[in-house]
RNA sequence: GGCGCAUUCGUCUAGGGGUUUAGGACACCUCCCUCUCAAGGAGGAGAUCACGGGUUCGAAUCCCGUAUGCGCCA
């Protein structure tokens, strides 16, 4: 067996563009370049897109598009398969000659009623090798009818292929569980089994990482393998993702494209954080690594076997935790195009960036992820707020002292000299007491009024903010609310 | 149907025969801080380590079965 030392390290991210990338391909892609970024080896893409018919518009651009936003920058590629059809043809001739392959001339009836059959009598479903051993002049005369044709690996028919998976170890099958599987279908385009072979060793690909279910394909790429006489890299079988439902990753579970996790206000620090954490762990505590922490301490050993729940509860707070690290500036770079697209269109654009510098500062630790800046921060840029009298008063209150509260808070808050959220303090507190009320409920009240919400960031820090324009405005407002409320 | 892989708190995980009364994190609960919400701090609850057999003085850790889940083969 060869060891990582012997070979460069050079590994690589092969979807295929059948759908946008979502969390199980991008771990797939993160532990792939992880690996290369530790061992200073390379990181190359490749699109496997071989299957015409169930290729999607618009993929193959969300692929890179996904991967740029992680950062998971690659050093090659990306190579296309499907522009590299001619080496396959050459390389499936060269098989051909070596009698490792043959062509089966089966009609899809022919093999869909094997196959009907063989499900009847509970045999797993396997082709028959009817076109493994033909004469010359039965291929001949099949071939001069004009029936289309595929490509078969000639299966061995006894013994069995041992390899050894990095994360799962010696694995065994037997050959005679195996099929004489497909190389190359009759519309002349390869098999994922042929073309990935083929180019994991042009590529000289040392190292294969990809998911879980690829596992039990290994023994027919390893007899691939020795087919063309090549030497086989090391295969790594990475735990797959499930939702919630413990059931694989689809459509199903909402937001399973990358590029939606971006919308919804992930940072791609905590993302890859995140995901670096399903399926691999550093110790038993820490949580919390930067990305070059992750490529200084990523290897292989650590990848667990068994497959993991995305639980979006603590990417959540992951992402919070990275939100908070963030200066008030780059929060503020981040926050930006949020507020710009979600924010009510009454508000006026281009939003001032100071007055959104200081609303940030307030709800940066408050906010999970940068969708939610936006709701949390709205009555900042509001000119009128929307809220039911029954919210000012909290069901503690009566009309009445609610309202001579408002007024003579409004009245010393218009002497104030100076506005800012210590004097707003040293002016709001004495009166509480004046007023007989608890701060609790004179403050509660205050924040409704200039907020609209029961729960918002600090009174005085939120006013300071709001200016003492907007503050005495809706303080007045307030009071009207009230006087039309009867109770 | 055959083959393969997996199985530790609800979830992510630590754990490679004795240091384990199974550790950490998210979520949950309580308390502290406090003008609310967060953040932060302190504590709590939560896993007979899927089950059953072995091996061993001793097993979550090794072996064998069973079950369940997932995957591959069409």
């Not at 042009?202 to 998911?211: E, N, Y």
Request: with cysteine; net charge neutral; aromatic share 8%.
């Amino acid at each position: 067996m060869r060891s990582a030392l012997e070979t460069p390290v050079r590994v690589r991210f092969a979807p295929s563009p059948t759908g946008y990338p979502h969390l199980g391909n991008i771990r797939t892609a993160l532990f792939n370049w992880l690996f290369a970024r530790h061992h200073g080896g390379k990181f190359i893409l490749r699109i496997e897109d071989t299957d015409s018919a169930r290729k999607v518009e618009g993929t193959v651009e969300a692929i890179m598009e996904s991967l740029q936003w992680l950062g998971l920058n690659w050093d090659e590629g990306p190579y296309f398969q499907s522009q590299r059809l001619a080496i396959y043809h050459e390389i499936t001739r060269s098989l051909l000659e070596k009698r490792h392959v043959y062509l089966c001339y089966c009609s899809p009836q022919r093999l869909e009623t094997m196959r009907q059959e063989q499900a009847r009598r509970k045999q797993p479903p396997k082709y028959d090798r009817h076109c493994r051993d033909l004469t010359e002049e039965e291929r001949s005369r099949l071939e001069t009818t004009g029936v289309s044709s595929v490509v078969r690996f000639k299966m061995p028919l006894e013994g069995e292929t041992t390899f050894c998976d990095l994360i799962h170890g010696s694995v065994t099958f037997r050959h005679d569980t195996l099929d004489d599987f497909i190389l190359l279908k009759s519309d002349g385009y390869p098999t994922y089994h042929l073309a990935n072979v083929i180019d994991d060793h042009l590529m000289a690909v040392s190292h294969v990482l990809r998911a879980d279910e690829w596992l039990s394909s290994v023994p027919r790429h390893v007899l691939l393998y020795r087919a063309l006489d090549w030497q086989p890299p090391q295969f790594a079988h990475l735990p797959i993702i499930l939702g919630p439902d413990r059931t694989r990753l689809s459509k199903r579970h909402g937001a399973t494209a990358i590029t939606e996790y971006q919308r919804q206000g992930y940072l791609p620090d905590a993302m890859t954080n995140f995901l670096a954490l399903l399926g691999w762990s550093l110790d038993d505590r820490t949580e919390l690594l930067s990305r070059d922490e992750l490529t200084k301490h990523f290897s292989l050993e650590r990848v667990g076997k068994t497959a993991a729940v995305f639980n979006r509860d603590k990417l959540d707070w992951m992402n919070g935790v990275y939100l908070r690290q963030l200066s008030l500036d780059e929060f503020v770079q981040q926050a930006m195009p949020f507020l710009d697209r979600d924010l009510p269109e009454s508000v006026k654009r281009p939003l001032d960036k100071s007055f959104v510098s200081g609303v940030l500062s307030l709800i940066q630790e408050r906010a999970r992820t940068l969708a939610e800046v936006p709701q949390l921060t709205s009555f900042f840029f509001a000119d009128e707020l929307q809220y039911d009298a029954r919210l000012l008063l909290g069901g503690k209150l009566e009309t009445k002292p609610a309202v001579q509260a408002i007024t003579a808070a409004s009245k010393r808050l218009a002497e104030v000299e100076a506005w800012d959220a210590a004097v707003l303090e040293a002016i709001l507190r004495p009166l509480a007491s004046e007023l007989g009320l608890s701060t609790g409920k004179l403050f509660g009240l205050l924040r409704v009024a200039v907020t609209g919400c029961t729960a918002a960031p600090p009174l005085f820090q939120t006013m300071a903010v709001l200016g003492r324009e907007k503050c005495l405005q809706r303080l007045n407002t307030a009071v009207e609310v009230l006087s039309a409320h009867s109770d």
